[in-house]
């Protein structure tokens, strides 16, 4: 539901107004109306607007002093202006206040449910939007890379399914309020990923576009990731480094060696250390993470076997069978026609997917 405020002293056209809205929009709550300016600034300063139809000529408090007091504390509330005269110096001092669109009275049925369906759809795009970028802030907290990079991906993959707002709008959108969450964190941003970000709105979404997007996007992720390691206590850091390395090269040839240059230690030190807390020895570790990640694609993709396989840096398409089958217990194309089927998964899983070192 979203919450819709009238701002209007003409008692006849606050009632068409109020008719029209519960007549078309099952999806809108109106949680109040205002008469004056006053009453409009009480009102929003006592509950949550994500929608405000405002008659700009209202007297004293007039209705661009209360978008100006919205905008104070709703930056992102959708406003839809009405007024009886087309004075070009408000229409202008609206647009400074972002104000989504401006009709004159009276007001038609249908120009204002067609802006008022736009205004909707703009505000579940931008929803979705922020329940992304604090789901990726979470899973960054818990270092869970592979969840944090599927996320993001079925996020591009969204914005491109848009149609009634503009993808590039939506994916500007989205990047801003990461970007915004990584620098409240106090990170700094490189100046090229921030023109990449402003650029945004003009790329192309072809399939060379949607690598350019999707790539901005892990330029993000990344940066939130890198904090949280920076963030790592002491104690565990070592193993827990390596399992990061993994987790962002599954589908790259990862070797004892590489995880254990890029922890700073002896190939040897990890091999024990990962022994000691995970309880399983890299090799076991690595390939659970890999089988896990290929269950998912093969139960929530249409991805071929083969494509999986490569994925997970396996070139053999044998030989991933093989070690899938061994892992979970059945063949990968056993696997997805039984997740197809609405089994709860294949049987014989032999291992959790293991995200964070035991203490």
Same mark, same amino acid.
């Given at each position: 539901?979203?919450?819709?405020?009238?701002?209007?002293?003409?008692?006849?056209?606050?009632?068409?107004?109020?008719? &029209?809205?519960?007549?078309?929009? !099952?999806?809108?709550?109106? @949680?109040?109306? %205002? /008469?004056? $300016?006053?009453? =409009?600034?009480?009102?929003?300063?006592?509950?949550?607007?994500?929608?405000?139809?405002?008659?700009?000529?209202?007297?004293?408090?007039?209705?661009?002093?209360?978008?100006?007091?919205?905008?104070?504390?709703?930056?992102?509330?959708?406003?839809?202006?009405?007024?009886?005269?087309?004075?070009?110096?408000?229409?202008?001092?609206?647009?400074?206040?972002?104000?989504?669109?401006?009709?004159?009275?009276?007001?038609?049925?249908?120009?204002?449910?067609?802006?008022?369906?736009?205004? &909707?759809?703009?505000?579940?795009? !931008?929803?979705?939007?922020? @329940?992304?970028? %604090? /789901?990726? $802030?979470?899973? =960054?907290?818990?270092?869970?890379?592979?969840?944090?990079?599927?996320?993001?991906?079925?996020?591009?993959?969204?914005?491109?399914?848009?149609?009634?707002?503009?993808?590039?709008?939506?994916?500007?959108?989205?990047?801003?309020?990461?970007?915004?969450?990584?620098?409240?964190?106090?990170?700094?941003?490189?100046?090229?990923?921030?023109?990449?970000?402003?650029?945004?709105?003009?790329?192309?979404?072809?399939?060379?576009?949607?690598?350019?997007?999707?790539?901005?996007?892990?330029?993000?992720?990344?940066?939130?990731? !890198?904090?949280?390691?920076?963030?790592?206590?002491?104690?565990?850091?070592?193993?827990?480094?390596?399992?990061?390395?993994?987790?962002?090269?599954?589908?790259?040839?990862?070797?004892?060696?590489?995880?254990?240059?890029?922890?700073?230690?002896?190939?040897?030190?990890?091999?024990?250390?990962?022994?000691?807390?995970?309880?399983?020895?890299?090799?076991?570790?690595?390939?659970?993470?890999?089988?896990?990640?290929?269950?998912?694609?093969?139960?929530?993709?249409?991805?071929?076997?083969?494509?999986?396989?490569?994925?997970?840096?396996?070139?053999?398409?044998?030989?991933?069978?093989?070690?899938?089958?061994?892992?979970?217990?059945?063949?990968?194309?056993?696997?997805?026609?039984?997740?197809?089927?609405?089994?709860?998964?294949?049987?014989?899983?032999?291992?959790?997917?293991?995200?964070?070192?035991?203490?």
């Amino acid at each position: 539901m979203y919450n819709l405020v009238i701002v209007e002293d003409e008692d006849l056209e606050r009632e068409a107004l109020r008719k &029209i809205l519960t007549e078309n929009f !099952d999806c809108i709550r109106i @949680v109040g109306e %205002a /008469r004056t $300016g006053a009453e =409009a600034v009480a009102l929003i300063d006592s509950c949550d607007v994500d929608l405000m139809l405002v008659d700009i000529n209202i007297p004293i408090i007039t209705g661009l002093d209360v978008i100006r007091h919205l905008r104070e504390g709703h930056v992102d509330t959708k406003v839809v202006v009405t007024t009886a005269y087309d004075y070009f110096e408000m229409t202008r001092e609206a647009i400074h206040l972002k104000v989504d669109e401006y009709l004159l009275k009276p007001v038609r049925t249908q120009a204002l449910v067609s802006t008022l369906e736009t205004c &909707i759809q703009q505000l579940g795009a !931008d929803r979705k939007c922020r @329940v992304m970028v %604090a /789901r990726l $802030g979470e899973l =960054a907290d818990q270092n869970a890379y592979q969840d944090g990079v599927a996320l993001v991906r079925r996020h591009v993959e969204w914005i491109c399914t848009q149609r009634d707002y503009p993808c590039r709008d939506v994916a500007q959108n989205s990047a801003t309020a990461l970007l915004a969450l990584i620098r409240a964190k106090g990170l700094r941003v490189s100046a090229a990923l921030a023109r990449q970000v402003t650029e945004l709105r003009t790329m192309s979404l072809d399939d060379r576009g949607l690598q350019s997007v999707l790539g901005v996007f892990l330029g993000l992720a990344d940066l939130l990731f !890198d904090v949280r390691e920076e963030q790592l206590d002491e104690a565990g850091s070592t193993v827990q480094k390596a399992i990061n390395y993994i987790e962002r090269n599954l589908s790259k040839r990862v070797t004892l060696e590489d995880a254990a240059d890029y922890a700073k230690i002896s190939a040897c030190y990890l091999s024990r250390m990962f022994k000691k807390t995970l309880d399983v020895n890299f090799v076991t570790y690595l390939t659970t993470r890999r089988m896990e990640l290929a269950k998912e694609l093969l139960a929530g993709t249409e991805r071929s076997i083969t494509n999986i396989a490569k994925e997970f840096s396996y070139n053999d398409l044998n030989y991933f069978c093989k070690s899938f089958k061994k892992e979970i217990g059945v063949s990968p194309s056993e696997y997805r026609r039984q997740a197809r089927e609405g089994q709860g998964g294949a049987p014989g899983v032999r291992m959790a997917t293991m995200a964070e070192p035991r203490p």
